[in-house]
């Protein structure tokens, strides 16, 4: 099975966030790894750079 990339995280984390009320980054790096995402705190931090 493929790695998810960045886009295909990305777009969870947008997807996640527009449904969910998640009050931190360590909840949504739970919800990320529940979905198959496998990254670092500081992964997700550079990714809400990226999407801004």
Partial sequence: ???PGKEE???AIAQIL???SIESQ???LKQLSDR???LTQAT???DFREMK
């Fill in 36 to 38: 198959g995402f496998e």
């Fill in 18 to 20: 527009g449904n969910s």
């Fill in 44 to 46: 997700l931090s550079r």
């Fill in 1 to 3: 099975m493929k790695k």
């Fill in 9 to 11: 995280r990305q777009e």
């Fill in 26 to 28: 360590e909840e949504l």
